[in-house]
């Protein structure tokens, strides 16, 4: 990519006119967004309930979690493209129908197999759906905006993630364990019509649309597809306790060598490509975003699954109780993110820095009082949460805004789309890592020190991605 092109973005803010409706478009699709982040953690409270519902093994239902995170990664990118080349709308019109169509046949499945089936399908409409929320904020937002903007969905991500058991747990509270766990996936349909016509009311088409080349590189999608599959199928298998599929991951070199090498042939061509790879290497500020936000997923994500586990089979909760329990994190996410957002503009990666190093204090203290007698975690455990969460809503929207400030705006979808690749891959990573860690150390002791040893495991992963936002800091990217 040339000097001139990395500069575009900057240059087209002199001629840059705000859509009025900007703010309101922004909250419809983060509405959607956040269905479709939610239902990644909503189903970890109910995984008990599904297995006793359906008389099924641990194995089958382990696939709705998995299958869901599988088809979303492997489709983000392509579905960011989709919306660069053929307009938002469109494709978030397309992502939606399919999201809500997928959703009813899971909440009114009659078997298990029927479950796993529908979750891909939901899972690859959702992975059409969330990527036109980072190409939205790029088209209709720019400087400070931007920030905001992204600090609002960097909310929506937090919030999404977290408060995902506490839904479950609260519907099936309140449902009983068989109407309950239906109930997580069919409240999606009424409010996926209401957001559906909004979207055909409010969201814009793509700015100079006519101009863009509308072909879109099957070959590298096929590409990328089959190279997230190498990494994502091995770990989410490890995570329900088959180990036997990470034979597949020495796949992962030659087919992302394949991927690298037919995008440069693409860009070479002068056609569009899925993703234009030299983004890595031009733009260091993104391939360092890409990276902090990877590890940041492996290590945060796999904290609520391993708490959710153990406090329900190793304390004895019931699954509100346990929601319930890891909520503060929600809260702290939720008054963090948009701060954050206002001030990585005139802050940069010293927002991260300082939001990483407030998560790892909070899981360390996590990890030091999750020994606490049962009755005792409300005034332990929870405030540790809180602090853990406030860290945490100061990351993702601050590593969204540094990674794709340069990115111009025809290749947001598919750069926010590989962004969010990375975050399911961590988030694949850490649930296995974090869960392989728990049920080892469980074997052997008590399910506290077990419980302890997974979060001290997250806490290494998130040191990690601290060293990374560090060297991205100190080379000023």
């Known amino acids: 990519m040339s000097q001139d092109e990395r500069t575009a973005p900057a240059a087209a803010q002199g001629t840059y006119e705000p859509d009025p409706r900007r703010w309101r478009v922004l909250a419809v699709s983060l509405v959607v967004g956040f269905m479709s982040l939610l239902d990644v953690t909503i189903v970890n409270v109910a995984i008990p309930s599904i297995r006793e519902g359906l008389d099924t093994s641990a194995a089958t239902v382990q696939w709705v979690v998995s299958g869901y995170a599988l088809a979303f ?30 959703s009813a046949a899971v909440g009114l499945a009659p078997n298990a197999a029927w479950i796993v089936v529908a979750r891909l399908a939901q899972g690859a409409s959702a992975g059409l759906l969330t990527p036109q929320n980072s190409g939205l904020i790029q088209q209709l937002f720019r400087g400070e905006e931007r920030g905001r903007a992204f ?3 960097g909310f929506t991500v937090a919030v999404a993630s977290a408060t995902g058991p506490l839904i479950g ?4 509270g309140l449902l009983g364990d068989e109407n309950g766990w239906r109930s997580l996936f069919l409240v999606n349909v009424p409010i996926g019509l209401v957001a559906l016509v909004l979207i055909r009311r409010m969201v814009p088409d793509n700015e100079d649309a006519g101009d ?5 590189d099957l070959t590298g999608a096929l590409l990328l597809g ?10 989410v298998s490890l995570e329900g306790g088959a180990g036997l599929p990470l034979v597949l991951l020495v796949a992962f070199p030659p087919l992302a060598w394949a991927f690298v090498h037919w995008e440069r042939r693409t860009v070479r061509l002068e056609r569009p490509p899925l993703l234009d790879v030299s983004l890595l290497r031009s733009l260091p500020g993104y ?3 890409l990276l902090v936000g990877t590890l940041y997923f492996t290590g945060f994500t796999g904290i609520f699954l391993v708490l959710s586990v153990h406090l329900q089979e190793g304390e004895g909760f019931s699954p509100l109780r346990t929601a319930l329990l890891m909520t503060p994190f929600a809260v702290g996410a939720a008054v963090t993110s948009p701060i954050a957002g206002r001030f990585v503009g005139r802050l940069g990666r010293k927002v991260t820095l300082v939001a990483l190093s407030v998560m790892m204090t909070g899981t360390a203290l996590a990890a030091w009082l999750v020994t606490s007698p049962s009755d005792d975690l409300w005034w332990t455990l929870a405030p540790a949460m809180l602090l853990a969460g406030i860290g ?23 750069a926010g789309g590989a962004l969010q ?8 990573f850490g649930a296995a890592l974090l869960m392989t860690v728990y049920q080892a150390v469980a074997a052997t002791t008590s399910a506290p020190v077990a419980a302890r040893s997974a979060l001290l495991a997250a806490l290494a992963v998130l040191a990690v991605a601290l060293a990374a936002a560090v060297r991205s800091w100190r080379l000023g990217d």
């Open 73 to 102: 990664g492997m489709t983000l990118v392509a579905g960011g493209r989709l919306g660069d080349a053929h307009g938002r709308r469109r494709m978030m019109t397309i992502g939606l129908i399919g999201f809500v169509v997928s």
């Open 151 to 153: 600090g609002m969905f």
């Open 169 to 172: 747990g609260a519907l099936i």
């Open 212 to 216: 863009r080349d509308p072909r879109v």
């Open 226 to 235: 089959l190279t997230v599959l190498a990494v994502l199928y091995p770990l």
């Open 287 to 289: 391939a360092n975003g």
């Open 392 to 414: 945490g809503g100061g990351v993702i929207s601050p590593n969204f805004t540094l990674a794709l400030a340069e990115v111009p705006p025809e290749m947001g979808g598919a």
């Open 421 to 428: 690749t990375g975050q399911r891959i961590g988030s694949a």
